[in-house]
């Protein structure tokens, strides 16, 4: 019996699709991806209704949906990032149930636990077979890895596979296996791989960002971390971007040489793993077209699962073995929690991803972001929403100096020894009020839009509704 379905309408006829399902989808695409909204579509044709969306990532690309939100065919996500109008739609309570967000690994773990049960997986492939072997490597809308597409593939009830490059079988350098896959639809385009790239995957040249970066570099340098079989992941932004580079040059200097690198791969860490600063890279999403290619090409680059990335439940993962990681932050408080999910006025921009995750797994977790970002402080009291506790970040570092979470007094010996500008949170926090004043409390609703579970599954903290005016 072939696999091959006309349309994705019938590909979810066939697949038994009716009310209040949970379908999931996977981000490898980001904001390049088609085939959510095609998949939202169809089931609106369908006059299907009460459809929780299990999307490991929704981006501004999304937006169509929110009509589908509206009008009672979606009434629930679940998801680890939600940006743009997504996130101003969810906080603006247009989602008749509360959201939930989980980090890259806690999804994977509940997925397997059966706490997510997804009844059909719509992945996206940019290279399938008729039967369902499928990479994210070859052809015209390669996004590389699709590691975040895994788990839902192996637990799905049932998976449909819609690319836009059909390839005689078989594919033999697949991601995905056939005895996954039921069904396999071929569209003319499932996304434009462009949108992988944002106007963040770039290295910042302001100079405030540099000195950020030269700071966290440094602050790594003399963390006594730094050595051969070295691990370390960064995020995306300019700075931390940056801070990869200066990283590389003392690497290089120092003639230290690391084992992995992991993360959502850039072109800036596979031009670390081919200067020899390191001898992989673990990769669960690439993050711009030079990643894609490279892991295409050079067999030290390795894509992985979500699961085997950052889910607790696993036997091991590799997140539980990085040295360390440089990440961003929306607002930080003075106990070191820090805020990833929502911007200054309270309106959801973003997730924990993998922030959490890794910052409870890797032995030095530093936040890396301007003192002052839109003339508002970065320090606050208590921040808005509580993406990552306070008790798994090591170190704040700001272009006016860095603050060490008082629960590492080895680290904060390390860097005053260095001479590195060594401060208390609290007093960044009153030089960034001297110069921008102090933010007025935010008012927000009295209806939960939003529950943030951590890694482990509790509640970490509740977003509330924020209307825009």
Not at 20 to 36: E, I, Q, W
Not at 133 to 142: D, H, L, M
């Amino acid at each position: 019996m072939s696999k091959l379905t006309a349309s994705i309408k019938d590909a979810l006829v066939s697949a038994g699709v009716r009310d209040g399902m949970t379908l999931s989808f996977h981000h490898h695409l980001r904001n390049g991806d088609a085939v959510l909204v095609m998949t939202v579509t169809a089931l609106r044709e369908l006059g299907i209704r009460d459809i929780t969306l299990s999307a490991s990532a929704l981006f501004q690309v999304h937006a169509p949906i929110i009509a589908a939100m509206e009008d009672g065919t979606i009434t629930g996500i679940e998801t680890g990032y939600a940006g743009g109008d997504m996130g101003a739609a969810i906080s603006a309570g247009k989602l008749q149930r509360k959201a939930v967000f989980r980090s890259h690994g806690h999804r994977p773990a509940d997925i397997e636990g059966g706490k997510i049960h997804i009844d059909i997986a719509v992945i996206a492939a940019p290279t399938s077979d008729p039967e369902g072997n499928c990479s994210g490597k070859y052809g015209r809308s390669a996004c590389g890895s699709l590691g975040y597409a895994m788990p839902d593939a192996q637990f799905a009830d049932r998976v449909i596979v819609v690319t836009d490059n059909l390839v005689d079988y078989p594919l033999v350098d697949f991601s995905i296996p056939e005895t996954q896959v039921d069904y396999v639809v071929t569209v003319d385009s499932i996304g434009d791989p462009r949108g992988i790239v944002s106007s963040t995957t770039r290295i910042t040249r302001d100079p405030v960002g540099l000195r950020i970066a030269k700071y966290a570099a440094d602050s790594i340098l003399h963390s006594g971390l730094l050595k051969d079989g070295f691990s370390f992941q960064t995020g995306a932004g300019g700075a931390t971007l940056a801070a990869a580079m200066y990283l590389k040059e003392i690497m290089l200097k120092k003639e230290v040489h690391g084992s992995f690198c992991m993360g959502g791969i850039t072109g800036y860490l596979v031009d670390m793993l081919e200067s020899g600063c390191f001898e992989s890279l673990m990769d669960v999403q690439c993050f711009d077209l030079t990643a894609v290619e490279s892991l295409r090409k050079n067999p030290g680059h390795r894509e992985v699962s979500a699961t085997q990335y950052a889910s607790p439940t696993a036997k091991s993962c590799i997140a539980d073995r990085l040295d360390a990681v440089i990440l961003g932050a929306t607002e930080i408080d003075t106990d070191f929690n820090v805020n990833v999910h929502t911007d200054s006025r309270g309106v959801i921009m973003g997730g924990s991803g993998g922030h959490s995750d890794v910052a409870a797994g890797a032995k030095l977790t530093i936040i890396a972001a301007p003192l002052i970002r839109a003339r508002l402080p970065l320090i606050v009291d208590r921040v808005n929403c509580i993406s990552t506790p306070g008790s798994t970040v090591d170190l704040l570092v700001t272009q006016y100096g860095m603050a060490v979470n008082p629960l590492n007094r080895e680290l904060e010996q390390r860097l005053r020894d260095a001479k590195l500008p060594v401060v208390d949170i609290r007093e960044l926090q009153a030089r960034a009020e001297n110069l921008s004043g102090r933010p007025q409390p935010l008012i927000m609703g009295d209806r939960v839009v939003a529950d943030v579970l951590y890694r482990d599954g509790s509640l970490l903290d509740q977003i509330r509704m924020k209307e825009l005016l």
